[in-house]
């Protein structure tokens, strides 16, 4: 076990010792094993190893970070024997961030909102090759059979799913010429790892590329020069093409190479851009591209193909105020998110310059459909984290089942609770899009700990908890390793 500072909770944040709102707290301790309570009955099939990621620890003797994208990861992992018991398990990712923050006892790089301590004639120095952060706080994905986590800078850090031990930064040997990448990379059966790249400079460059099972290159299929690169945290995939969305939420490049601004301080949302969607083709690398309106985007439901219409489902935003929503100070004191998802289907046609936009939902974040669904076939149900659409409560604070075709929505809630991106995993075996549970964190006002509900998929009625040792803070993404 490794060394850990004793973090220092922000005074001014808490609301009594049992708060729902000690998820953005930085309290969270290693812990090599630990016994999980269960209440209630787990399907006899559920065996398997659920991962969360996320921010937790955003608090150091000598300096905080500013925003709940910015703290340093830490993994979690309940693993589920199948009749048993379930055993928890968390370890700080060893990220070189991770290593100098602790050293020092204060931020050693620049995160999504907190400055790099750098000095000017630091950045100077390094202006060719460019430092970031390798604190890979987001997502968790797999290069064949080897797990990684990553962030919105080209670092990937192996670890073990079993352990959780960091095994190193994936030893990338290649010409790509990255300097920004989507947290979201997407691994397809044959367990090819996807992803998008940005390459800053007068003009802009998405590189849509590949990394096979054990390669060191990234393969880069196909290339868009753009003016001023959007803001890009995922993309969609289908069986034949790569969608790229461009938000208005626009780079200035000479930031993130001559100033010690953080990292989304080096965007500026610019309405007049407009937004564009772009569809790279697998098989040759050409691009086609579709006007709309301008808007910011974290998460896409899905995308699929209708004969030679492209059709792609995202969670949009208006603007860019989402990201003030979700600095640290904000989230501590409870006040209510203002920025509400949009859920918008876009028709990308063959010959036309403009998308044909329809929304048709709202309030509905962190998607999730059927893992089999995803990028190879329309799915006709999502699961996501909700919002209240009137704003009573500040924070996510419901599990929603849609109905992609008609809307009906469907909810499970545990009062005055946080809840976060459920968990689809599918029954082994199981035939409909629904057989399944969720698996979904969660923290209400009285908790001792993170209680994980396990729902079913189709019904939202919660079969059994998961009583963890201690509050899991509050992540983004978690993953399934059977």
């Known amino acids: 076990m490794s060394a850990v500072l004793s973090p220092l909770p922000a005074a001014d944040s808490l609301h009594g010792p049992l708060s729902r709102l000690r998820g953005f707290e930085s309290l969270a301790r290693e812990i090599d094993d630990a016994e999980v309570q269960v209440r209630g009955v787990l399907p006899p099939w559920l065996a398997g190893s659920f991962l969360l990621n ?3 620890l955003w608090d150091l003797p000598r300096g905080q970070y500013h925003h709940w994208f910015d703290g340093l990861a830490m993994l979690h992992r309940l693993r589920i024997e199948p009749g048993g018991p379930v055993r928890y398990r968390s370890r700080f990712a060893q990220s070189e961030d991770y290593a100098q923050s602790v050293a020092a006892g204060v931020p050693a790089f620049g995160a999504f909102d907190t400055p790099d301590p750098i000095s000017l004639w630091g950045k100077l120095v390094t202006l060719r090759h ?39 930064r994936w030893p990338f040997e290649d010409e790509a010429d990255i300097d920004l990448m989507s947290a979201h990379g ?12 940005t390459k800053l400079g007068p003009k802009c460059i998405y590189k849509l590329f590949r990394v096979r099972p054990g390669a060191a290159q990234r393969e880069v299929l196909g290339s868009i020069p753009v003016g001023a690169a959007g803001y890009t945290h995922g993309f969609a995939m289908t069986p034949r093409h790569a969608l790229i969305w461009e938000t208005a939420m626009r780079v200035q490049p000479l930031g993130f190479l001559l100033t010690r601004r953080a990292y989304i301080r080096n965007f500026k949302w610019n309405p007049g851009s407009g937004s564009r969607l772009h569809a790279v083709s697998l098989a040759d690398g050409s691009v086609r591209s579709w006007n709309i309106a301008p808007m910011m985007c974290f998460h896409a439901i899905q995308a699929w193909e209708e004969g030679d219409e492209l059709v792609a489902e ?3 935003y208006e603007d860019a105020s989402i990201f003030e ?24 046609q063959p010959g036309q310059a403009e998308a044909r ?8 974040e962190l998607p999730q459909v059927h893992p ?11 699961w996501g984290a909700g919002l209240d659409p009137a704003k009573r409560n500040g924070f996510l604070d419901r599990t929603m089942r849609l109905d992609l075709a008609n809307g009906a929505v469907q909810t499970w809630q545990r009062a005055n609770a ?11 075996d199981g035939g409909a899009e629904d057989d399944g549970v969720l698996l979904v964190p969660t923290l209400a006002d009285g908790d001792e700990g993170s209680v994980v509900g396990v729902l079913d998929a189709h019904t939202m009625e919660c079969l059994a908890t998961l009583h963890a040792p201690q509050v899991i803070p509050f992540g983004f993404h978690a993953a399934w390793a059977g």
């Open 357 to 364: 936009a329809e929304v048709f939902g709202e309030a509905f």
């Open 418 to 428: 946080v809840q976060l991106e459920p968990l689809f995993v599918p029954r082994p």
């Open 186 to 197: 997407i691994t397809d059966a044959q367990g090819n790892y996807w992803n998008v790249g």
């Open 130 to 168: 460019p430092r970031s952060t390798d604190n890979p706080a987001v997502v968790m994905s797999r290069i064949g059979e080897r797990w990684i986590a990553s962030t919105e800078t080209p670092h990937l850090l192996e670890f073990d799913p079993q352990t959780l031990r960091t095994i190193g």
């Open 314 to 316: 995202l969670c949009t």
């Open 372 to 382: 089999k669904y995803f990028g190879q076939r329309r799915a006709g149900l999502a």
């Open 54 to 56: 996320g921010p937790a």
């Open 325 to 348: 929503d979700l600095l640290l100070d904000r989230l501590r004191s409870s006040v209510a998110q203002n920025a509400v998802p949009r859920l918008t289907r876009y028709r990308l």
